[in-house]
DNA sequence: GTCTATAATTAGATAGAC
DNA sequence: GTCTATCTAATTATAGAC
């Protein structure tokens, strides 16, 4: 890929992110990248096709890893690898909170965008932690708390300090980022998880 | 209040929940109202206040239910009003979503809107919260879930399908405001809780 | 209180020189 | 591959009639 479009992407990924699709224009991308407006056209057709590729290049990454995970986790128990996950997760929401906030974004009403993103990158990575939930819940528990909802429960709890870092920052006067902060949240949504799966707190050790 | 400020905030709330502040068009909100653009002028002078506008009329449902929670739980203990709590503010995310989504959207980083937000609503109600987790969990797991960590995985758990509903819905084919749903999500969310504070899911009933 | 008209700025996108 | 120049449409905001 030739610098400059990769100039851009970095740049367009920050933008969308921070100010969504409609808020973001190409003029501001062009003036970070120390380009001009006109160029991003030229390497990248329009405004929409930026936001594309932007994203594609953002999921990239994660579904790298997921798929990593996925071989080293071989004869791992569901349980255990589900608990290295979520480990991983929150790391993965402190280093790329764009990938939250521009989910959060689209996200709030249908649209051929989203619609877009999630058959292309979103609906695989939750149905393969869906599935590990369900292996994971202990009998019964299912009911109560359906691997779905607690899907959404474990990605809304890991991203929320991270995709709303102000929100953190304001209350606290630190940033969510700082590494011991999300070492502890790390742990905290490990020992999370650790309850929901029924797992007792006195007889469990480190997980990562 | 006139019936047209009314309208018009209305409908700005609506906008500038699925769109952010910056995606947001005093255009768009007029054609919605009926009304022309320079008449929201004449009724809020800027954009920029008729967004704080916006978001008292937001906030100050919220806050009267909470205050009134506070009156009704003299006598409870912190963990029942903790359940009682959480039960509410899933079904108070089912119908105001764009509370949530306006703070995700303003609260990716700090700027004079957010600081203001914080300041005015979100802080007060986060401090109550943190206080009643604070009180409610088992002696020593404070350190391994602090009360803010536990607030920031409660209030983003409870939210996301809420405050992402094209998200929940391209999954699932099925809106996340289902009052089933709701419900379903409700359950999940106080037997998470109950499972943080330690309480036996066998021993413990029906908790609204 | 609501309108029309309009100013000043900015948006995304195209044409064409180099 | 990058620029300048420019088009058209949309943006927030103001002035002034009714």
Redesign the interface.
């Given at each position: 890929m030739s610098p400059t479009r990769e100039t851009i992407l970095r740049h367009a990924i920050h933008e969308f992110?921070?100010?969504?699709?409609?808020?973001t224009s190409t003029s501001g991308i062009a003036r970070l990248c120390g380009v001009t407006q006109p160029l991003i056209h030229y390497h990248f057709a329009s405004k929409e096709n930026l936001w594309r590729e932007a994203v594609d290049l953002l999921f990239a990454e994660v579904t790298g890893r997921f798929g990593q995970m996925r071989l080293e986790g071989e004869g791992q128990s569901p349980r255990d690898l589900l608990r290295t996950l979520m480990r991983r997760f929150v790391h993965q929401c402190a280093e790329r909170?764009e990938i939250a906030?521009i989910?959060?974004?689209?996200?709030?009403?249908?649209?051929p965008r989203?619609?877009w993103l999630?058959?292309r990158h979103?609906?695989p990575l939750?149905a393969g932690i869906s599935q590990l939930f369900a292996a994971s819940l202990p009998s019964g528990?299912a009911e109560?708390?359906?691997p779905?909802?607690?899907v959404?429960?474990?990605?809304?709890?890991?991203?929320?300090?991270f995709?709303?870092?102000?929100?953190?920052?304001?209350?606290?006067g630190r940033s969510p980022t700082a590494p011991e902060i999300v070492e502890?949240?790390a742990?905290?949504?490990v020992?999370?998880v650790d309850?929901?799966l029924?797992i007792d707190?006195a007889s469990s050790g480190v997980s990562s």
């Open positions: 992110a921070a100010h969504g699709f409609e808020g909170p906030q989910v959060l974004r689209e996200g709030t009403h249908r649209n989203f619609d999630v058959e979103l609906s939750i528990q109560v708390m359906p779905l909802h607690v959404f429960v474990a990605m809304g709890g890991a991203n929320l300090m995709s709303a870092p102000a929100f953190f920052e304001a209350l606290t502890t949240h742990d905290a949504m020992a999370v309850r929901i029924g707190p």
